[in-house]
């Protein structure tokens, strides 16, 4: 290793050195900076796999809606930054645009071949909150004649009775409530909303008591945000 | 299981694959959600969502391709998307903000910062324990040389040559030492 080199790592490292370039003192300050940034270190919750698996699981188990692949990503070789990257990855670019083009291919085909216009419909994974740690499950949300459908599936939540139950609400972008059903046990639950889901896409389960209050608890066990499923 | 192998099955949509894919990816795909959202629980549901819509995706998915590209590209998508949502979700007037507030300018990361933290994350991973806490005291706490060695009861000589030897593997790692 040259002296450079040991240089170059004694600055990474935080020592002052005055032998670099400006240019590649720039180079790994912006290593230093990702290096604090906490994106670099943080750790997801141990129970995100569980959760991620049983979703996954969920969806498998009602049949795998289509969804287009990603663009593929950005050629390495294309970058502009300054300083060296390790380039190992040149064969993703026309193994992505093929990618894409397949998927672009599928759904021209099923959009060719449906004869009736399908229902609109939004999906969504649910995840139990800190209250519910282990609560995990899917809804899917169906535009019906008489509203929107919204058919609830989730394990992990205690069945409730007597006084106590649970309240699914859906929320707009402007904090506004709507309750769209109560019920006692959440792993098959089918819910309907008079509000739009188009705007209405953030949903909850809330643990309420049957004290005469009709407002939410505040208790949230269940949250989930509703995507359109194209 | 080969990477080939898991990649052929995870393209098959097998929950058992997403679960490993989990294990080899999960941090990786939450450190680019986390660059974006700056919020754990945000980067939570982002992580989740990708995994979902790439499990969705995965009939075509290119064999050919590494997976930590695609699902970096797909977490970056739903991240900015969730941006999005919580931004309009806590839109304040913006005669309460402060002209100097930071808010006032964020954009969502470009993908070249994605890939960025995507390396250094992939670095840091493989450090051994004992040089990813030394790097960790150094570079996210602010911790000196000093300090380190006195909160891990070593001496500062042992933290000098760990944080060497550590900076020298990550330098290797990412391509900043001369060929």
């Known amino acids: 290793m040259s002296t450079s080199d040991d240089d170059r790592i004694a600055y990474l490292s935080g020592e002052a050195v005055d032998s670099l370039s400006p240019q590649e003192q720039a180079e790994l300050d912006e290593v230093r900076g990702l290096l604090a940034t906490p994106a670099t270190w943080e750790e997801p919750d141990a129970a995100l796999e569980d959760r991620i698996v049983s979703a996954i699981a969920e969806e498998a188990r009602r049949g795998r809606p289509v969804e287009s692949a990603p663009a593929p990503a950005k050629p390495e070789t294309q970058r502009t930054r300054g300083f060296r990257w390790p380039f190992r990855r040149p064969a993703l670019v026309l193994g992505g645009l093929a990618t894409a083009a397949a998927a672009i291919a599928v759904a021209i085909v099923l959009a060719v071949g449906s004869s009736s216009p399908a229902p609109l419909q939004f999906a969504m994974v649910v995840s139990g909150t800190s209250l519910a740690p282990g609560a995990h499950g899917s809804a899917t949300l169906t535009k019906m004649n008489s509203g929107w459908e919204i058919q609830l599936s989730a394990t992990g939540l205690p069945h409730l009775s007597g006084s106590r139950y649970y309240q699914a609400w859906l929320k707009n972008a402007a904090g506004i409530l709507v309750p769209v059903g109560t019920f006692n046990d959440a792993e098959h639950v089918i819910l309907w909303s008079g509000a739009p889901v188009t705007q209405f896409r953030s949903f909850s389960v809330t643990e309420q008591l049957a004290n005469g209050n009709p407002a939410s608890s505040g208790r949230r066990v269940l949250v989930g945000v509703a995507h359109p499923v194209h | ?179």
Do not use: C, N
Request: charged share 30%.
């Open chain 2, 1 to 179: 299981m080969q990477e080939g192998d898991l990649r052929a099955r995870f393209r098959q949509g097998d929950p058992d694959a997403v679960r490993e894919v989990y294990r080899s990816h999960g941090r990786l795909v939450h450190a680019v959600a986390y660059k974006v959202l700056g919020d754990r629980g945000l980067a939570e549901e982002a992580t989740q969502q990708t995994f979902v819509k790439a499990w969705r995706a995965a009939q075509s998915f290119d064999e050919q391709r590494e997976l930590g590209p695609w699902l970096a590209a797909i977490a970056r998508r739903v991240a900015i998307d969730l941006y999005r949502r919580e931004a309009v979700r806590a839109a304040d007037p913006l005669e309460s903000v402060a002209p100097g507030d930071s808010a006032l300018v964020s954009t969502p990361e470009s993908a070249e910062a994605m890939y960025d933290v995507w390396e250094v994350r992939e670095a840091v991973a493989q450090l051994p324990p004992e040089e990813q806490e030394i790097v960790r005291l150094q570079h996210l706490d602010g911790f000196t040389h000093a300090q380190i060695a006195e909160r891990l009861e070593v001496a500062v000589g042992t933290v000098k040559s760990r944080s060497f030897r550590a900076h020298k593997r990550l330098a290797a790692m990412l391509g900043h030492l001369r060929e």
